[in-house]
């Protein structure tokens, strides 16, 4: 008798048996008698009617056999089993840009409502005052105040800070070690959160400097054990595209190097920005370049990315190589110049940044074009370690907090940098160097690159960890690594 004849045996007697009591059956080893077990089951059942009438895997675990069976918890995934994509936010079809002047007030405005509302639910909103309510506060009391830090100035061991808000600006200094460390690691710019007072002789002084940051949580994760490859920075069309390295990773993701286990699993691959090299980027790029035809460039990932198993989901948003305007939020590529792409069925293009949820786990994917200005601006930050700059933009809940550096904004009537709601998973690219990290819930991965060292990260002492793949378990979100470089596969 097959479990299909015991299950059907249970049905025809008045029970239904629920999705994981089934999959326990199926699981069965082929020794166990079927046959009793059915009757075991319907026999417990009968013993405890009065209740649902729906078998369990708690009343399969029951009636097994007590020396002959190991419950397997495995949960095995075949390429057939559907991928579930959702797209939560993307800029795309959104993208209309207002008039200059008029559009960033908008857009700041629409940034600082949306920042100070995240401020208002994390920390009790009537202890929160405005600029000018923190202007009034008398000498010995002391009040809580959140604005953008407009400026700091180091002055020896203090740190002046300015605070804006719509109701005004104000200057307080901040004199404690623990406070100047703080002001000087926000980015410019940032929603902050200061507890202040006032001395006798009338200087305004903080006592605390926090940013808004994500509350604690427990990651949530898949119910079924899927995963996720992160990839970002191949820059096809450059000479220093390791395509050998890329190849090598195309043949595991289709099972010939064996870990049929880990790649049966694998439901989408995401890319986070910089597909192509693209052209006209930086001065002297076309020396750079293997193929100088943004279309092409397209044509050769599309003839690449053909390789990856259908039943993979590709995410793809670009990145500022790519044949999109610079200025954030970027668009899809277009299908025009990305036609061949478009005309693979398993590719969803999205702008950059957006939110997906795969198999239910939040992500937000961003290229991380604004991690050039935070690394440049705050001390500690370093290219070896993307993820504490991606931290830092997680803690500022917004992507690209500093205005007037080398992200390019564009003057949307939305805000599409502030992070809201709070991802499951951030994943960025640029960098080109690998990084993961957990951050109160929330994991951050930096995928790295597939471009070896170009002349000009040479000269700036960028060095590239290249040809990492993170393997993303969305049912723990622990991730694993594989090393596709010449050096050799290993796990
Ligand atoms: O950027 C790859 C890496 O190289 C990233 O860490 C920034 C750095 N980079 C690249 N171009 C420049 C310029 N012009 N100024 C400063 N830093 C740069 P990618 O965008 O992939 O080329
Ligand atoms: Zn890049
Ligand atoms: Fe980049």
Redesign the pocket.
């Known amino acids: 008798m097959t479990e299909y004849g015991a299950v059907a045996r249970v049905l025809s007697s008045g029970y239904l048996i629920d999705a994981k009591a089934f999959e326990l059956i199926s699981k069965l080893p082929p020794e166990v008698d079927l046959e009793g077990l059915a009757e075991r089951l319907l026999r417990l059942k009968e013993e405890t009617s009065g209740q649902a009438k729906v078998v369990t895997e708690e009343d399969v675990i029951k009636v097994l056999p007590a020396d002959s069976v190991v419950v397997q918890r495995e949960d095995p995934v075949g390429s057939s089993e559907p991928s579930e994509l959702e797209v939560v936010s993307d800029p795309t079809p959104a993208i209309a840009p207002a008039e200059a002047y008029e559009g960033f007030n908008r857009l700041f405005r629409d940034r600082y409502t949306r920042l100070a509302s995240i401020v208002r639910e994390r920390l009790d909103a009537k202890s929160l005052t405005s600029v000018s309510g923190a202007k009034g506060v008398v000498a010995g009391k002391k009040v809580r105040l959140s604005g953008l830090l407009s400026a700091r100035n180091n002055r020896r061991s203090k740190v002046e800070v300015t605070v804006d808000d719509p109701t005004g600006t104000l200057k307080v200094l901040c004199q404690d070690e623990m406070v100047a460390r703080s002001a000087m690691q926000a980015p410019l710019d940032s929603m902050v959160v200061m507890e202040i007072s006032r001395s006798r002789a009338g200087q305004l002084y903080a006592s605390s400097l926090l940013l808004p940051d994500v509350p604690s949580r427990k990651p949530i994760g898949s119910s079924r054990r899927v995963y996720a490859v992160l990839l970002s920075?191949l820059?096809i069309g450059s000479r220093m595209f390791l395509a050998d390295d890329f190849r090598r990773f195309l043949q595991w993701l289709n099972g010939e190097m064996g870990e049929k286990d880990v790649v049966n699993r694998v439901k989408y691959l995401v890319i986070a920005g910089?597909l192509v090299d693209g052209v006209g980027?930086?001065p002297g790029q076309e020396f750079q370049l293997s193929e100088k035809d943004p279309k092409k460039q397209y044509q050769i990932a599309a003839d690449l990315l053909k390789m990856v198993p259908n039943h993979i989901q590709i995410i793809i948003s670009p990145?500022?190589?790519d044949a999109v305007r610079q200025a954030l939020p970027q668009p899809a590529v277009s299908p025009d110049l990305a036609e061949s792409l478009y005309g693979l069925e398993n590719v969803r293009w999205v702008g950059d940044p957006s939110y997906v949820k795969l198999h239910g786990v939040m992500f937000l994917i961003y290229h991380g074009?604004s991690?050039?200005d935070v690394i440049a601006t705050t001390p500690d930050l370093s290219?070896h370690k993307p993820t504490d700059a991606m931290k830092l933009l997680l803690r500022s809940r917004h992507l690209a907090p500093t205005y007037g550096k080398?992200t390019a904004l564009s003057p949307e009537l939305r805000d599409f940098l502030v992070i809201d709601p709070v991802p499951d998973v951030m994943h960025s690219?640029?960098?080109?160097?690998y990084g993961e990290l957990s951050h109160r819930g929330t994991l951050l991965v930096n995928s790295g690159?597939w471009?070896g060292q170009?002349n000009?990260?040479s000269n700036?002492g960028?060095e590239?960890t290249p040809s990492i793949v993170p393997v993303v378990d969305l049912s723990t979100l622990k991730v694993m690594r594989r090393n596709f470089s010449s050096a050799g596969f290993t796990s």
């Open positions: 920075d820059h910089d980027v930086y990145g500022n190589h074009k991690m050039d290219y080398r690219g640029h960098v080109h160097t690159t471009q170009t000009f990260q700036m960028i590239p």
